[in-house]
């Protein structure tokens, strides 16, 4: 019989972002390798982002989750609201050979527990440390203890534990995870879905910026609204649209309706082919991460995606993304401050075709979503091969 793996989280398609990307991919990554996958995930808002996924050899069972204003599972009553449920959840049904989980760290917890009931291995994908943000964020120190002793409790507990980058893996390593379970995974985007645009993008007047992702406090993405009201009070004519969605997306929609009204667009969560078209479709597409953050480490997406797209990125700010950014020639970086934005904007050069083309084969070979998706159910394959192994005495 097939392996079965089972996937727990509280974000999967029709949700967008990085997350239910990432682990949408690791199922057809393992349907591909011909084991069977069961996704245990939350019911989708009334108004879905994105599509249905209809992938074969995947089972998607949905269960009612509290959602935030913006549709989004966030906080740690939504995150209880997936994760207390989960946990019975996991007990019904046949029993898979290994389980696969994602943050927070309540949905590890669950997934020991009921792991542990049963008698089956389970991995950790770790795309970022919960408990590095919440220290730099000033957490209280009860409820950042609380933290580290459930995010340790859940990566110590797993077969093997995949990380996004190499800092990642060793964050994980320092929590006291044996170094031999740690594997380094990589991350990335869909490459077929973000492509080049077909026609010939940035050929209007004025330059066209596009912020496509993630609006939280570790972005604090205000600062391209700001810059982009400074040049508009210069005459300098620049258009930014910012897709997505996060704690920061209602104060962004009102900052640019008070400074920018008609250079700022936020319409909210789009489709991935959407977004795709806006990267492909712009001059530059614009990142960004508060130095200090505690999210140093993360791998993000957004620069992926636009080189996929074949458009050069402004990181402002700190951590993996201008560091990817300055090895790859992939555009420019800055200061996360509006002057300094500004700046950058101010003597942008629209890339041309050549420059696409060269951004398009740096995703191709860095920043595909498949290659890490591979990798990643290699490391899962071998915990339930493992497992089944030691079940039959072998």
Not at 35 to 62: N, Y
Not at 81 to 93: I, Y
Not at 115 to 121: D, E, S, W
Not at 283 to 301: E, I, K, N, Q, R
């Amino acid at each position: 019989m097939p392996p079965l793996v089972r996937i727990v989280t509280r974000t999967y398609p029709p949700d967008v972002g990085a997350a239910p990307f990432r682990l949408r991919a690791l199922a057809r990554a393992l349907t591909a390798r011909g084991a069977g996958v069961e996704v245990l995930t939350a019911r989708p808002p009334a108004d879905p982002p994105g599509d249905e996924p209809a992938d074969p050899g995947v089972r998607v069972l949905r269960a009612p989750v509290l959602r935030d204003g913006d549709g989004a599972v966030r906080g740690y009553l939504p995150y209880l609201s997936f994760d207390v449920p989960a946990l019975a959840r996991q007990l019904r049904g046949r029993r898979p050979d290994v389980v696969v989980h994602e943050p927070p760290p309540t949905t590890g917890l669950s997934v020991r527990a009921a792991a542990a009931l049963r008698g089956v291995p389970y991995v950790s994908y770790v795309p970022d440390v919960w408990s590095l943000g919440a220290a730099a964020a000033g957490a209280p120190a009860p409820v950042l203890h609380a933290l580290r002793v459930a995010e340790g409790t859940a990566l110590r507990g797993a077969a093997a534990v995949l990380a996004v980058t190499a800092g990642m893996a060793e964050e994980v390593r320092r929590a006291g995870v044996d170094a031999a379970r740690v594997h380094v995974v990589g991350n990335g985007v869909d490459t077929d879905v973000f492509a080049p645009a077909a026609g010939t993008p940035g050929a209007g007047p004025g330059l066209v910026a596009v912020y496509s992702g993630t609006m939280s406090e570790w972005q604090r993405a205000e600062v391209f609204v700001r810059a982009v009201a400074l040049l508009r009070a210069e005459g300098v004519d620049v258009r930014l649209t910012m897709v997505g969605a996060g704690v920061d997306a209602a104060r962004l929609r009102e900052l640019a309706a008070r400074l920018a009204p008609d250079a700022v667009r936020l319409p909210g969560q789009v489709p991935a082919r959407r977004a795709a078209e806006l990267l492909a479709g712009a001059d530059v597409a614009l990142a960004s991460l508060v130095p200090g953050s505690g999210y140093d480490l993360m791998a993000p997406t957004k620069v992926a995606a636009a080189a996929a797209c074949g458009t050069p990125v402004l990181f402002a700010g700190a951590g993996a993304g201008r560091e990817a950014v300055l090895a790859g020639d992939l555009g420019a970086v800055c200061a996360h401050d509006p002057a300094a934005v500004a700046a950058a904007l101010r003597s942008w050069q629209r890339p041309d075709a050549a420059a696409r083309a060269r951004l398009r084969q740096w995703a191709l070979r860095h920043g595909s979503l498949a290659a890490a998706a591979d990798r990643a159910a290699d490391v899962v394959l071998a915990a339930a091969t493992g497992a089944r192994g030691r079940r039959s005495g072998a």
